[in-house]
């Protein structure tokens, strides 16, 4: 059963928490507040981070060659770094205009380093994140990532025909370890991310079913099972029905609002609370519909499907069900306090409508003379009228009552349910 | 206002939008009904077609580059690609059992076209696109996956570091391992595009689903309970609302003669005038500040005070009684019948708070409501009955007329008013 505090408002799931300077740097630059555009933006940092520290590390390894001749390869991979870190401050430019430099930068570095080292150092490889572009471009934007994902491949063909086997830069031993790493740093690359999505899809995924049941929990306050059932089959279709058996019950408490006079709000609320608690979990034990509470009046029917006979029935046992509860009821304010019930049975509109309040309720003969019924009827009793007498049959054991004047029936004879038989 | 459909509501997202040949053989050997795993066995459906047009693309190439030579490498290509295929069949054995042979096939595969063709035709670059496999076995067969991640990633070192560069079946063809290198890079490059695409497409449409559904509980929020009292529970933290309020101001109105007339009528008619009925008095409510409490049978029922301005809220509510008479004046007949209006008002003590769990719901209680419940009830068609204390409140903002003393059920004698119109001042 749900549970109010978990319709009342499910948190969010919240993200990682990183620490602070991890945090400043992959937020670097953003400012939108879509917060889907700022995860796209908060990968292409990451990325260009990523870009940046492998051109200065190639920098600093070809360092180690203290020759000059690899001083306008570092220099073009230094170029690289920087432009890389600059990446973050594209984004306030526009959604994708930091991803579309990411994009440009990374052919480049990516390019040259291949023509730098050769093609056997396999520095190529990292045309193959090119599939990543779909972290960070929209998914509307397709025709675009698509059109960068043909480019890569294009640029990976043309460096096949262009780019020399071996490069100037660097030696045999050295470009069989870049290619090592080359690789190794696609698969590493490539795997992590989609193990991110993976565990956003996961996320979502728990999210949504947590987010259904709070809209369904919420749903079934608004409407009974039944009625949310067809409007779900035929949503255009008003809810309109007449039904001519409905069985209306109408309780009141007596003597509530003089006890609750001097008590706090918060006692007189959960002194309710409690009692209208009980009335609910009887309603749905005895296959009831709770239609709704006015006050300290409570409103239930049955045979909403058609059926007078088993409607009336089960309406009888809940309201049986309902004395009980009351009994048990502790005083509140000192005084104790009584159920007045009142109960017929007859023809009914039941419907949906809306506007401030979306509702189900019933109107008609029905619901007139059981409220009736309940303000004509006596503290502890439950005062039936003579068709719902005549609908529930022998389940019950009755008192007659006799003739009694109801304000707008005139003289009725009316009943008082005793037990059931 | 919301409609009503909106909140009703359930589809859940559909897969992403494949045509249907390919749905249908990526879908292919599906049995079991757990959503998760169905996405998981989708999805090395779709890796196994990826796998068989890989294979057939390598075969036409090498058919056009080399269709003699390569026999066995055609027949390979052949074999693989009908296997691939072939590995959805292995679901009703298990929720990963496809996705296991399928790994194992490409790796198998994989290290076998290496060694035929030589480490220098780059087909190692395949490896790079182990993290795929993780979506076929998924979070909760994480173990699983990072075996054969490792696989992979060791098939990778071996495959660089151990295999022959020119490979064992034509080791003078070092044309063919130029245009196998630039083909298998591409063929990469788009596999992980489309794979990446799909995978991002389902996170796409499950997070705007969830957009859907919290908008969905917002609203039914909204329906149950007033915008303030929902914000208190949610952004405020409140456990429970328990108010009293001194001086609130309560209005009942109720459709007179309205079972009669409904009588013989159909019932989406009834529904329709009540419908509009109740609407017009919400959107008056909404007009005077006043709040709209609920609606009982074709009684209407509204109070003034709730947020704290009381007195300024009783005169309101009194404004709001006499623009429901001229609307209701407005309102077309139900059936033959023109239907009037009967009001009753008071000003007292109250208690408001929330009730109920499962079906829970913002209500009144006390005094205030009692009497003013009485007021209607004992009141007059087209008129606005009030009672003294209401009428002492608000006496300056209104013309009253008096009507003397009544007998009032559970309350005895009281002496009171019918509202007129606005004072002029």
Redesign the interface.
């Given at each position: 059963?749900?549970?109010?505090?978990d319709?009342?408002?499910v948190e969010r799931a919240a993200g990682f928490r990183l620490p602070r300077w991890l945090d400043r740097i992959v937020t670097a630059g953003i400012v939108s507040s879509d917060p889907?555009v700022v995860r796209r933006q908060m990968i292409v940092n990451v990325a260009a981070l990523a870009s940046a520290l492998n051109s200065i590390s190639r920098v600093v390894s070809m360092s180690f060659y203290g020759s000059d001749e690899f001083l306008l390869a570092q220099g073009v991979s230094a170029l690289f770094a920087v432009a890389a870190l600059l990446i973050h401050w594209m984004h306030r430019f526009g959604d994708n205009a930091g991803a579309i430099v990411l994009i440009l930068v990374f052919a480049a570095s990516a390019s040259a380093a291949t023509y730098m080292f050769g093609?056997q150092a396999?520095v190529?490889?990292y045309?193959?994140?090119?599939?990543?572009?779909?972290?960070v471009i929209g998914?509307e934007r397709?025709r675009f990532a698509?059109g960068v994902?043909v480019a890569?491949?294009a640029i990976?063909?043309m460096l096949?025909e262009v780019a020399p086997q071996q490069g100037s830069a660097v030696s045999e031993a050295t470009a069989?370890w870049t290619?090592?790493q080359s690789?190794?740093n696609?698969?590493t690359i490539?795997?992590?991310?989609?193990?991110y999505?993976?565990?956003?899809?996961?996320r979502?995924?728990h999210?949504?079913e947590r987010?259904?049941k709070?809209?369904?929990?919420?749903?079934?306050?608004?409407l009974p099972s039944a009625v949310?059932d067809r409007?779900?089959a035929a949503?255009?279709q008003?809810?309109?029905?007449?039904i001519d058996g409905a069985t209306i019950l109408f309780a009141d408490l007596e003597g509530?609002?003089s006890a609750?006079?001097a008590e706090?709000?918060?006692v007189?609320?959960?002194y309710?609370?409690r009692l209208?608690?009980s009335f609910?979990d009887a309603c749905r034990e005895c296959g009831v519909e709770?239609i709704?509470?006015?006050?300290?009046a409570y409103?239930a029917a049955g045979g909403l499907q058609g059926d007078l006979k088993s409607g009336a029935i089960a309406v009888g046992h809940f309201a049986l069900g309902m004395l009980r509860h009351a009994q048990a009821l502790p005083p509140l304010g000192g005084h104790k306090l009584r159920l007045r019930i009142g109960i017929h049975a007859g023809p009914a509109?039941?419907?949906?409508?809306?506007?401030?309040?979306?509702?189900y309720?019933?109107?008609?003969?029905a619901?007139?003379v059981a409220s009736r019924m309940e303000s004509h009827g006596i503290a502890g009793r439950i005062h039936v009228s003579d068709a719902f007498r005549r609908a529930a049959g022998d389940a019950f054991e009755f008192e007659e009552r006799g003739e009694t004047e109801v304000r707008d029936l005139g003289r009725v004879r009316t009943h008082f349910l005793l037990r059931a038989r | 206002m919301t409609r009503l459909r909106d909140l009703i509501h359930a589809e859940r997202p559909g897969g992403f939008p494949l045509p249907d040949w390919l749905a249908r053989i990526v879908s292919a050997g599906i049995i079991s009904t757990d959503p998760k795993v169905v996405r998981r066995q989708r999805f090395t459906g779709i890796v196994a077609f990826a796998c068989a047009a890989n294979a057939a693309s390598h075969l036409v190439i090498n058919w056009l580059y080399e269709p003699a030579t390569l026999v066995p490498v055609h027949l390979y290509n052949a074999v693989f690609a009908v296997a691939a295929l072939l590995v959805t069949r292995l679901h009703r054995f298990g929720e990963t059992a496809a996705a296991s042979a399928l790994a194992m096939l490409i790796f198998i595969g994989t290290m076998f076209a290496i060694w035929m063709l030589g480490r220098d035709s780059q087909l190692q670059v395949y490896f790079t696109l182990a993290g795929v496999m993780l979506f076929m076995f998924g979070m909760e067969n994480l173990r699983q996956f990072l075996a054969w991640f490792a696989v992979a990633f060791i098939a990778l070192l071996v495959a660089l570091n151990v295999a022959p560069p020119d490979g064992l079946l034509l080791p003078e063809g070092s044309q063919l391992r130029e245009v196998l290198a630039s083909h298998a890079m591409v063929n990469a490059i788009i596999i992980n595009g489309l794979v990446i695409l799909y995978a991002l497409t389902t996170l796409h449409r499950t997070e705007a689903e969830l957009e859907r559904q919290y908008a969905r509980s917002s609203a039914l929020m909204q329906t149950i309970l007033p915008p303030r009292i929902a914000d208190r529970l949610i952004s405020g933290g409140e456990q429970k609302i328990a108010d009293r309020v001194d001086n609130l101001s309560v209005l009942f109105a109720d459709l007179v003669g309205f079972t009669r007339a409904a009588h013989d009528l159909p019932p989406e008619r009834v529904i329709d005038y009540l419908d509009d009925f109740v609407r017009s008095f919400d959107d008056l409510c909404a007009l005077h500040g006043v709040e709209k409490i609920k609606s009982v049978g074709d009684c209407y029922m509204a109070a003034g005070g709730l947020a704290g301005a009381q007195e300024a809220d009783a005169i309101s509510l009194g404004r709001l009684a006499l623009a429901m008479l001229e609307a209701q004046a407005n309102r077309p007949p139900l059936g033959d019948t023109r239907l009037k209006l009967r009001i009753g008002i008071h000003i007292g003590n109250a208690t408001a708070g929330i009730i109920g769990d499962v079906r829970f719901s913002y209500d009144v209680w006390g005094d205030a409501v009692n009497m003013a419940s009485r007021m209607e009830s004992y009141g007059a068609p087209d008129r606005i009955h009030v009672s003294e204390a209401y009428r002492l409140a608000t006496g300056a903002s209104f013309v009253f007329e008096e009507r003397g003393e009544t007998e009032i059920r559970g309350i005895g004698q009281a002496r009171t008013y019918f509202l007129v119109a606005p004072r002029r001042p």
């Open positions: 059963m749900a549970h109010l505090r319709l009342i408002g889907k093609l396999q190529q490889v045309f193959v994140l090119a599939g990543l572009i779909w972290f998914l397709w698509v994902i890569f491949a990976v063909l096949f069989r290619a090592v690789m190794v696609a698969i490539n795997s992590v991310m989609l193990f999505a993976l565990f956003l899809l996961q979502a995924e999210d949504l987010q259904t709070r809209a369904e929990g919420l749903l079934s306050v608004v949310a409007l779900r949503p255009d008003p809810i309109a029905d007449r509530f609002t609750a006079h706090p709000p918060e007189v609320v959960a309710l609370d209208m608690r609910d709770k709704k509470s006015i006050g300290d409103m509109i039941a419907g949906v409508i809306g506007g401030t309040r979306i509702s309720d019933l109107w008609g003969d619901v007139n | -």
